[in-house]
RNA sequence: GGGAGUUUAGCUCAGCUGGUUCAGAGCAUCUGCCUUACAAGCAGAGGGUCACUGGUUCGAACCCAGUAACUCCCA
């Protein structure tokens, strides 16, 4: 049988994919053992997976895997999440292309279409997610508008309207004329944009004079409510009590006095428009001004504007500056930096809207989220995330949940026609509670109720995703909620902390009164080698799943991981992926080499030292990979088993043990590599799921039974670590190390057979180790001598004295030099070292194990000084 | 404008409670190798004023203050 040369990911990626599935490994039903729990942060229906996603969900996978194979039940829970706003642009979008405008369509023949969509494409990122081998309960994969859920989403809102923390109010919102729909502060991306500061003259009533004020938008003038200036400016004190005339549409506004103003900013002299800027208008309220809203929900301007009506918000900007003009209302025009808000899902400019709007109340529910995470009951990994935090927590303000859409789950406000509301779930519920509170009403039937119209905001199912996933709604006591709830880690991106994140602990404490997890691991944002972040719009991202096709998932998975250390955004570049792939083609030579070997049961095992050590420095790096996970270092656990897999076993041990070509292995020697390797096929499998289960099945390590996997296989309790083994055969791999050298610098072929003289201080017993010396070293002979050996190279190990005798002489003045060099760095070293000792304050203040420590620097330093000296004395230089 | 964070080798990052002359890893680079597991590889090697300036200390990459640059969050 012939093994390919290299491995070839695909096909074992499409066999153990479906195997694992087919007999139901990732299957997570409650019973007697430990849980390990996470939920996945659902993607949006409306996306394809990103980098974000691949990263994510690596990391999610290797904890559940590593769960699993520490024999816990491990549920790892996918679903997809509605996205209100994305997918009903979506859907408005594909129905424009047939031809059909939302606004002549029903809502239920809205939804039809909207489901459709949803349907078709709301479980694609699902199915790229298993091609990168995410074990997901897949039984269990939710979306945030199943029927449970979205009744989890009603009941919520009437549980929380009834405790008084929902109410309704008109308020300034982040108003998306795109989309048509409020949206949360948190939705609203700042970008600083380059604009035009407008000065504008404003006749002074009654007089012939002016004032100037600055503004970026000179449209929004013909709604302005006043002019404000700050009461102490003295270049205005003639202003006081007068009033200004706004220009083109001559309307008299007031002069008001405030302390708000800022004075150098611009002329000093600000417009107050209350309906559209969210400092003018508590500025109005302040200053009881009326409030004049001149735009439509489409950004349009409407009749009260008198000018321009109906034309766009940022064609009326463009257009009323030569008005302006024209009038000799114009002063002048700046360019002007600042910052403006998009709507996160429309990328349009949010406008400042009032309006009426539903809003949950944060006060009381941000306090015990808070104290989650500063009573360390919850952890933010890693832990810089926590001051963000809490700053954002101290500072909450209401959410508001409703949005002018359709797809979502529907307000259930109930309006009477006499304009009251009542909440209810039901329009029989409705009905009943509208009798209640309106006695008069007696003949009130259910088509006299009208359903708010609005639905609410994504998150505000989302933030009850840790619970809803297991019908903790419907069924508070059942038992998958008992059993996996609270979760143990989630793991998102950092952008949705307040978002997401905080509201689902709120939502964990005030529905279930517990927390929804225990640790969130915050990953980093997936940027380019130049540090952009990755986008569609910039084309500077690659295609996951071409990756995968290019690199494999094995490859891919560690490309990942080995560029993100915990809430550091990470600079993604192939390269990673491709020293991923030539990890597991790296995995897959040592197999083959392995699979090679014949046994001769005759034989003795030569090896002892050897397999003596490997166990030894297993049980090391996986003490260090165990170390790694508990502190959520997922990359530097992955370069634990790296180095452990390509220098330790298979630079270092398969070399001390491997036969000469095609000569036979005893069986001992043979028995412990095997066993070796299916360990590391443990350690490895979380990181590199496909290629260990490959190797898993092969014959080389017996038969398995159907369900003996090593996705299921168990993790081994750390060993014994022989700490002075380790240390000597450092010392072996140093003077193997020194032959190589000198075999390079004097260029001699590995092949050539070299000889090998050893003075010891004795620390090294060279009668155990000289056979992997001479192995590695490719030395025939290994002798021990008392005295030094002239005519000879050598080197030091330690306080041992290696020599190489050479047919060619050695030139005594490089060895001189090369001598004189170490003695100076050794006398250097020495001295610090006498420094410090005979520092009286450093002896009486340095704790005892450092003296200790110090004395013996001062003991080896010597040692190696003397020997150096004696070296320089028989050269005679 | 307010708050947080970062700055260590060409790149990406470790460096826990100051204590080897402490400066480390992977990748990249350079040199030599087609040595029958692996050129997607093997064997070696060279890379750094730990951003800057002061301070504390017997001792500072690490603690403190200030400066600079960058990033993020909030307004």
Not at 60 to 80: E, F, H, S
């Amino acid at each position: 049988m012939s093994i390919s040369k290299t491995y070839q990911p695909k096909e074992a990626e499409d066999k153990w994919y479906s195997y694992w599935l087919q007999h139901k490994f990732f299957r997570s039903v409650p019973d007697e053992r430990e849980p390990y729990t996470i939920v996945m942060p659902p993607p949006n229906v409306t996306g394809v997976l990103h980098m974000g996603h691949m990263l994510n969900n690596t990391i999610q996978d290797v904890l559940i895997r590593r769960a699993r194979m520490q024999g816990k039940n491990a549920c790892w829970v996918p679903g997809t999440d509605h996205a209100s706003i994305a997918t009903e642009a979506k859907v408005v979008a594909m129905l424009k292309e047939r031809g059909i405008a939302k606004k002549d369509l029903s809502r239920e023949a809205f939804l039809s279409y909207a489901w459709e969509w949803k349907e078709k494409y709301g479980g694609i990122i699902l199915d790229q997610l298993k091609k990168l081998g995410a074990s997901c309960d897949w039984d269990r994969t939710r979306f945030t508008m199943d029927e449970e859920l979205s009744d989890a989403v009603i009941e919520t809102f009437i549980h929380l309207y009834k405790k008084g923390s929902i109410y309704r109010g008109v308020r300034m919102v982040n108003w998306d004329p795109q989309g048509k729909t409020a949206v949360s502060d948190e939705e609203v991306i700042r970008k600083e944009v380059n604009q035009k500061l407008y000065y504008i003259k404003y006749q002074i009533s009654g007089e012939d004079s002016y004032l100037t004020i600055a503004t970026t938008r000179p449209e929004t003038i013909m709604a302005d409510a006043a002019i404000c200036i700050n009461p102490n400016d003295e270049r205005y004190l003639h202003l006081h009590g007068k009033n200004a005339i706004i220009p083109l549409i001559n309307r008299e506004i007031p002069i008001i006095l405030d302390e708000y103003v800022t004075m150098d900013f611009g002329t000093g002299c600000l417009k107050v428009t209350p309906a559209h800027d969210l400092n003018d208008y508590e500025l109005g309220i302040k200053h009881n001004l009326p409030v004049i809203d001149i735009l439509n929900d489409d950004g349009t301007l409407n009749e009260k504007a008198q000018i321009l009506v109906g034309v766009d918000r940022f064609v009326a900007r463009k257009k009323i500056a030569p008005l302006l003009e024209e009038a000799g209302s114009l002063e002048k025009v700046e360019d002007y930096k600042s910052q403006i808000g998009f709507s996160e899902r429309t990328d349009a400019v949010i406008e400042p809207k009032l309006s009426m709007q539903w809003f949950c109340k944060m006060d009381q529910l941000a306090k015990p989220a808070l104290d989650y995470v500063l009573d360390g009951e919850i952890k933010l990994i890693p832990e810089k995330f926590t001051n963000t935090y809490r700053h954002w927590m101290e500072n909450v303000k209401d959410w508001c949940i409703s949005r002018q859409l359709w797809w979502g789950q529907q307000i259930p406000a109930w309006y009477l026609p006499n304009g009251q509301y009542v909440i209810a779930k039901t329009n029989a519920e409705a009905l009943e509670e509208a009798k209640k509170i309106s006695p008069d009403n007696t003949n009130l039937t259910d088509a006299d109720l009208l359903q708010d119209e609005d639905v609410l905001d994504t998150w505000f199912s989302s933030w009850l995703w840790p619970i809803s996933v297991f019908d903790g709604f419907k069924d508070p006591d059942n038992a998958d909620i008992n059993y996996y709830y609270p979760t143990n880690d989630l793991v998102t991106a950092p952008e949705i902390l307040f978002f997401w994140v905080a509201r689902m602990i709120m939502a964990g404490h005030e529905f279930r009164g517990k927390l929804p997890f225990e640790n969130v691991y915050l990953t980093g944002i997936v940027r380019d080698k130049q540090g952009r972040k990755m986008s569609k719009s910039l084309g500077n991202s690659p295609d996951p799943i071409e990756l995968i096709e290019k690199f494999g998932a094995d490859g891919v998975r560690v490309g990942m991981l080995l560029c993100s250390p915990a809430g550091n955004d990470l600079m993604f570049d192939e390269s990673y992926c491709e020293q991923g792939r030539n990890f597991a083609n790296k995995i897959w030579n040592a197999f083959k080499l392995i699979k090679g070997w014949d046994i001769d049961e005759n034989l003795s095992n030569p090896n002892k030292i050897a397999i003596e050590w490997f166990d030894s420095r297993f049980n090391q790096a996986l003490t260090e990979i165990e170390d790694n996970f508990k502190q959520y270092r997922l990359s530097e656990a992955l370069m634990a088993t790296y180095k452990l897999v390509w220098d330790d076993y298979c630079a270092w041990y398969l070399e001390m043990i491997k036969p000469v070509y095609q000569q036979p292995i005893d069986k001992e020697t043979y028995t412990a590599t095997v066993s070796f390797f299916e360990n590391i096929l443990k350690i490895l499998h979380p990181f590199m799921p496909f290629i260990t289960e490959e190797l898993w099945h092969d014959e080389l390590f017996g038969e398995r039974s159907e369900r003996d996997c090593c996705i299921v296989a168990q993790l081994l309790k750390n060993g014994e670590i022989n700490t002075q083994l380790l240390t000597a055969t450092e010392s072996v791999k140093q003077v193997v190390t020194q032959i190589r050298n000198v075999r390079n610098s004097k260029q001699i072929s590995p092949k050539e057979t070299l000889q090998l003289t050893v003075k010891s201080s004795g620390n090294i017993n060279y009668d155990t180790y000289g056979s992997i010396i001479s192995k590695l070293g490719n030395v025939t002979e290994l002798t021990s001598v008392d005295d030094k050996i002239s005519g000879a190279v050598s080197f030091m190990v330690g306080t041992d004295e290696f020599f190489i005798p050479m047919e060619e002489t050695i030139d005594p003045a490089i060895e001189c030099e090369r001598l004189k060099k170490e003695k100076e760095y050794l006398d250097g070293f020495l001295q610090s070292v006498n420094a410090k000792l005979s520092n009286e304050r450093f002896m009486n203040n340095a704790k005892p194990d450092i003296i200790d420590n110090e004395l013996k620097k001062k003991a080896d330093a010597e040692a190696k000084l003397k020997i150096i000296e004696e070296n320089l004395t028989a050269l005679a230089c």
